[in-house]
């Protein structure tokens, strides 16, 4: 199994620009979500789904769209590209149960906006 | 409502020497908590967790962790300590009440284990 893998590893975007920052899992998890690291911040929950069709948002969802069509691909919308969104993202994946199971991340996609 | 704490921006332990880094947390219901490390320029890995039953959790890598529910605490510790094992560890506590599924993040504390 590949796990969680996130396409790409590093972008670099102009404000105003738009992207999609991909993130696939091939274990047939249920729950999916995307974080955003920052220093001194932590984790902060973005979006997240706990299966195809539904998705829900986080504690900082401005800017950011995300859609779940299938249960492996789980993409994220940078609809108009700000520098207050130079971070890493993460994705991440768990099964069902969710609540007493952990996530598995995706390596991270390292992005900036100039 | 619904947070944790972890008190140490960062822990300096020699090689070979007993690692201990700390978590409380603040639920309403029962907590179920994990410990993850991140590695530079990684994702996040899960380490250990715990949902009931013994309050001593062992882990990934050699590492446990202890539940104190009077504390509110679940302490990561290690008896000797890798310089291999020097990354930024995260603890994360999910609230057992309602329907809740997410996950409160600390803010991480960065491990040196020096030579």
């Known amino acids: 199994n590949a796990g969680v893998t996130q396409t790409p590893k590093f972008q670099v975007l102009k404000t105003g620009q738009s992207m999609t920052l991909q993130c696939a899992q091939d274990?047939?998890?249920?729950?999916m979500s995307w974080y955003r690291q920052d220093p001194g911040m932590g984790l902060r929950l973005i979006h997240y789904?706990?299966?195809?069709?539904?998705?829900d948002q986080g504690e900082v969802p401005n800017g950011y769209n995300v859609s779940r069509s299938t249960t492996e691909d789980f993409p994220l919308r940078l609809l108009s590209a700000a520098p207050s969104q130079t971070s890493v993202y993460f994705c991440?994946?768990?099964?069902?149960?969710?609540?007493?199971?952990?996530?598995?991340f995706g390596p991270g996609t390292r992005l900036t906006v100039l | 409502a619904q947070s944790v704490a972890q008190p140490e921006d960062q822990v300096n332990v020699a090689e070979g020497n007993p690692l201990t880094v700390k978590c409380t947390y603040s639920v309403s219901g029962n907590p179920y908590l994990f410990w993850y490390v991140q590695y530079p320029n990684r994702g996040l890995q899960f380490l250990l967790k715990y949902i009931t039953g013994d309050n001593l959790v062992k882990g990934s890598y050699g590492f446990e962790a202890e539940f104190n529910k009077s504390q509110t605490s679940f302490h990561l510790k290690k008896p000797s300590a890798l310089v291999s094992d020097s990354a930024l560890y995260f603890c994360?506590?999910?609230?057992?009440?309602?329907?809740?599924?997410?996950?409160?993040w600390g803010l991480g504390t960065s491990l040196a284990v020096n030579p």
């Open positions: 274990m047939n998890h249920e729950y």
């Open positions: 991440a994946s768990s099964n069902a149960g969710g609540r007493y199971n952990e996530q598995f």
């Open positions: 789904s706990v299966g195809a069709g539904i998705t």
């Open positions: 994360a506590v999910r609230d057992g009440a309602g329907n809740n599924r997410k996950l409160i």
